[in-house]
């Protein structure tokens, strides 16, 4: 006779920047979307024998994680399935853990906080803890120092929290009764390296501090009203601020020439604005359309674009599906 199978889940979802990527680093305000169509979700039970893995990215044994040859995301997946296992003071044994669902890794989508996020509840829950909101993010935050170096705790937050978040300072509030401007997130299909963006904007205000200053700043203010535009539903004055946004970064030099095409073809799609957003340097761009019953339409304009992928925010999810 063996033991009954008992088991446990936890699931978390991608998130999108609207405004204030990078200049988040140094203390200056963001807003981050939950993208529902893109979750995540990770089984734990217990087993005999030694620790599993699985995930979108790998299938099997942690020994084979550990050879040197899985892709990065997959140290991530399991950095955070060992820090879990510390973090309840049990053994690194005799857990399966298998996460289903894709959320396309270094896109600045948030997979690295997302896989985390997921793995780390679906194994404290097989262990009969609820996690608490600061429990959770605490590890997710553990793996994204190893994905990123630094992380300002966006990222965490933001798949972590079912609605709209700002950002500021270590501290994240959700954004209430505020208007939800209908997104088309579109992926350039090139990976893009959040620590490697940080660190080039970092050099950069080594040699430039009062310009790069100057640049977060005006992102802030950018940030700013675009927490009025959400609040008063000003899709225009929107849109505007995140074309301004995307020139900044471009300056700061975390752009690309697939990042700039597909902001070019969101404007020629009908978008009111565009930019990318997380760490840039490839990734995924945000374009904002008119109306939501305009999502198909932008999202297809990007597609024949070139785009890799599609995903709507905020509504038209079953339009596009
Ligand atoms: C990455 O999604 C967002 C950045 O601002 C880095 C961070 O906030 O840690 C580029």
């Known amino acids: 006779m063996h033991e009954p199978e008992r088991g446990a889940h936890g699931s978390a979802h991608a998130k999108t920047i609207l405004l204030g990527e990078h200049a988040v680093v140094y203390g200056r305000p963001a807003i981050a979307f939950p993208v529902r169509s893109l979750t995540l979700t990770a089984h734990a039970r217990a087993v005999d024998g030694p620790l599993r893995l699985s995930t979108p990215y790998h299938h099997g044994s942690i020994a084979a994680v550990d050879d040197g040859t899985a ?22 044994d005799g857990v399966d853990v298998t996460v ?36 959770r993010f605490e590890l997710v935050q553990f793996v994204e120092r190893i ?10 937050h933001a798949t972590m929290s079912p609605g709209p978040i700002r950002f500021e300072s270590g501290v994240a509030r959700p954004l ?47 940030v700013e009203g675009a927490h ?7 899709a225009t004055a929107l849109g505007a601020r995140m074309n ?11 752009s690309s020439p697939e990042l700039d095409t597909l902001v070019d073809a969101a404007h020629t799609g009908g978008a009111l ?13 945000i374009a904002l359309a008119p109306t939501p019953a305009d999502v198909p339409a932008l999202a297809r304009a990007l597609t024949e ?17």
């Open 100 to 135: 289903t669902g894709r959320i396309p890794a270094a896109r600045g989508l948030g997979s690295s906080a997302a896989v985390a996020s997921a793995i780390s509840v679906a194994v404290a829950r097989l262990h009969g803890i609820d996690l608490t909101y600061e429990a």
């Open 228 to 234: 009025t535009d959400l609040r008063t539903g000003d």
């Open 305 to 321: 674009a070139g785009a890799r992928g599609v995903w709507p925010v905020n509504g038209g999810e079953e339009e596009a599906a």
């Open 71 to 92: 892709p990065r995301e997959e140290h991530l997946a399991e950095a955070a399935l060992r820090h879990t296992l510390d973090a309840l003071g049990v053994a690194h």
């Open 176 to 222: 209430v009764d505020t208007w939800l401007p209908p997104l088309v997130i579109a992926d350039t299909g090139v990976a893009g390296h959040t620590a490697a963006a940080v660190a080039s904007v970092r050099a950069l205000r080594t040699t430039d501090k009062r310009g790069v200053d100057a640049a977060f700043d005006a992102i802030a203010a950018l």
């Open 244 to 254: 301004a946004c995307h020139s900044i970064l471009s300056d700061l030099g975390v």
């Open 273 to 285: 604005g565009a930019k990318l957003t997380g760490g840039g340097q490839g990734g995924c761009v």
């Open 147 to 156: 994905a990123h170096g630094s992380p300002s705790g966006l990222d965490a």
